[in-house]
């Protein structure tokens, strides 16, 4: 045990150096703060057939830019609950969660995402690339300082909760809980927001659409860290585990009843994952001959 405390101080150490570093060697290479709020996710994917003529297109759902105060309290709680417990106490970056990540890692001997607080994930997703390399830790990283002192907390979280990724080509809590609620997101109820905070870490593999089992579990993790951090009661989450979910009919666009146009979806999703098919801008040329 005292070896590993004295890794993690260590771990704990290097990270601030290299943050503190990375900030200077990277910020020229960091777009301006004012780009956040102009953000807009790129195109989707579109489906041509054999004689290049376009058939279908996988597009991201329009999304509906929604005030922080119009948003529920326990939607707010629960993501915060569960992404980043300590947002509104640290400037961007939590090291107590990335020495825990990177300890584990070197434990298994392997390199896996891990310890991104919400400022963190809000900058991979409006200006970083997806890849897991070292060199884009840091610049995430870095961005994430820069944010932190031209945002307050406050402005930072609706950003995040607006642009942040839910699945079935949903960008934000409002076109979230339309797509999987059929209702606007002040309407959610605890266990509902719980369910869309679920979503965060993996909309593909938590969706309820493509895993009930799997997305019921990630909510009871959510209600449970919600009581754990204060959030609710242990009577509330009881009771907010117990209640049925009503999903709405999922949409997936005038495509949803063609079925080649399904068949390459899916074909997609599972080679380059949602983010790329809806975010991504790209071309797939199929063998469909429009004429049979």
């Not at 699945?167 to 927001?193: D, N």
């Not at 949803?256 to 899916?266: P, S, T």
């Amino acid at each position: 045990m005292k070896t590993r405390a004295v890794i993690f101080l260590l771990i704990i150490s290097v990270i601030t150096g290299v943050s503190v570093g990375g900030y200077f060697a990277f910020a020229k290479g960091i777009p301006s703060i004012a780009e956040l709020k102009q953000y807009k996710p790129t195109s989707g994917t579109k489906i041509y057939a054999d004689d290049d003529t376009l058939i279908g297109e996988l597009k991201v759902e329009k999304g509906v830019f929604v005030p922080l105060n119009r948003m529920p309290k326990h939607l707010i709680d629960a993501v915060i609950a569960v992404e980043d417990s300590r947002f509104w106490n640290h400037k961007g970056i939590d090291y107590i969660a990335i020495g825990r990540a990177v300890l584990k890692d070197i434990l298994h001997a392997g390199f896996k995402e891990g310890g991104s607080t919400i400022t963190q994930q809000l900058a991979k997703v409006v200006f970083l690339t997806p890849e897991k390399t070292f060199k884009r830790k840091v610049r995430e990283a870095s961005l994430a300082i820069k944010m932190e002192k031209n945002l307050d907390k406050k402005e930072i979280l609706e950003l995040y909760l607006n642009k942040i990724y839910f699945g079935h080509g949903a960008y934000g809590v409002e076109m979230a809980s339309r797509i999987y609620f059929g209702k606007s997101v002040g309407e959610l109820t605890l266990p509902e927001a719980a369910m869309i905070a679920a979503l965060i870490k993996a909309p593909s593999t938590y969706s309820p659409y493509n895993n009930l089992t799997k997305s019921k579990e990630r909510q009871e993790t959510v209600l449970l860290r919600m009581e754990e951090e204060g959030y609710i009661k242990k009577s509330e989450r009881e009771k907010a585990a117990r209640q049925p979910l009503y999903l709405s009919t999922l949409r997936r666009g005038m495509e949803a009843n063609n079925y080649f146009i399904e068949y390459v979806r899916k074909y997609l999703e599972e080679k380059y994952g949602e983010e790329t098919v809806y975010k991504g801008g790209l071309k797939v040329y199929t063998t469909l001959d429009r004429g049979m």
